[in-house]
C-alpha cells in the first residue's frame, strides 16, 4: 500500500466550530507532514513528526493542533478557525525526514 | 523564505514538444526533488536527485543538477495533454530538517 489517505475531501465550518483532519499511511514511514497550501502557492510546512514526536512546528496559531495516536496517524484538530485558514490542508509521509515525500490528495477547508 | 526558485512561472507548449522548467537554489543541499500537482489535487513525487549526482533519467523526465550554479532544471520530452500540471522544486537543504518548496511552474500542454 503506497498511499496517504485523508478524510474529509471536503470541509466547511464556522469560526467557532471544532474539527479534525485526518491522515492515515501505511507504507511504514517514520516522518510525517501537515502542509497549507493557498491557491497557486507552493504548500507551507505547519507540522513534522519524525518517530510519533513533534519535531518541527512552524510557528503555526494554537488554533491549529496536531496530534500523532500511532505511527500510521496524524490529525490535525481545528478550533476557532478564522476565514483567512480556508485553503488545501495536505498530509504527507516519507521513510525518513528529506526524503522523497508522499502526499495525501488534501481536505479542501472552507471557513465561513 | 522559500529556498527554490522556478522559472518560468508559467509554460505553454503543443503537445509532443519538450518543456524545460529551472529551479535556483540558495545554499547548498543534500538533495533536490521535483513534484507534479494536477489542480487542486496532492503532490506527487516525480524524482530525487542527489548533490553529488549530475543527471538523473525516469521515464520521459530528465533532471540536472549543476551545484556550482545551484541550479536544478527539469525536462519533459514528448508531451502529453496529461502533463499539464504545476511543477514544484524542493530542496533539502544541508543542515536543514526540511524541503523547501519553489513557487512553481504552471506547464499547460495543448492537444
Known amino acids: 500500500d503506497t498511499e496517504v489517505t485523508q478524510t474529509p475531501k471536503h470541509l466547511v465550518m464556522g469560526m467557532t466550530n471544532k474539527k479534525s483532519l485526518k491522515c492515515e499511511q501505511h507504507?511504514?514511514?517514520?516522518?510525517m507532514y501537515w502542509y497549507k497550501q493557498k491557491a497557486k502557492k507552493p504548500p507551507e510546512l505547519m507540522f513534522v513528526?519524525?518517530?510519533?514526536?513533534?519535531?518541527i512546528n512552524e510557528s503555526v496559531p494554537s488554533r491549529f493542533s496536531p496530534e500523532c495516536p500511532n505511527s500510521s496517524l496524524l490529525n490535525l484538530h481545528l478550533h476557532a478557525l478564522q476565514p483567512e485558514d480556508s485553503a488545501l490542508y495536505l498530509c504527507?509521509?516519507?521513510?525518513?525526514?528529506?526524503?522523497?515525500?508522499?502526499f495525501g490528495p488534501g481536505t479542501r477547508l472552507t471557513v465561513t | 523564505s522559500q529556498q527554490g526558485e522556478e522559472d518560468p512561472q508559467a509554460l505553454s507548449i503543443q503537445e509532443g514538444e519538450n518543456a524545460t522548467m529551472n529551479c535556483s537554489y540558495k545554499?547548498?543541499?543534500?538533495?533536490l526533488q521535483w513534484y507534479r500537482q494536477n489542480s487542486g489535487r496532492g503532490l506527487v513525487h516525480l524524482i530525487l536527485?542527489?548533490?553529488?549526482?549530475r543527471e538523473k533519467h525516469s521515464g520521459r523526465l530528465r533532471v540536472t543538477l549543476d551545484t556550482s550554479k545551484k541550479s536544478s532544471s527539469l525536462l519533459i520530452t514528448a508531451s502529453r495533454a496529461a502533463d499539464t500540471a504545476s511543477y514544484f522544486c524542493?530542496?533539502?537543504?544541508?543542515?536543514?530538517?526540511?524541503?523547501?518548496f519553489g513557487e512553481g511552474t504552471q506547464l499547460t500542454v495543448n492537444p
Open positions: 504527507a509521509s516519507s521513510p525518513l525526514l528529506l526524503g522523497e515525500q508522499y
Open positions: 507504507m511504514g514511514h517514520r516522518a
Open positions: 513528526y519524525s518517530y510519533e514526536k513533534l519535531s
Open positions: 545554499t547548498s543541499i543534500n538533495n
Open positions: 536527485i542527489r548533490s553529488n549526482e
Open positions: 524542493a530542496a533539502s537543504r544541508v543542515g536543514g530538517s526540511r524541503l523547501t
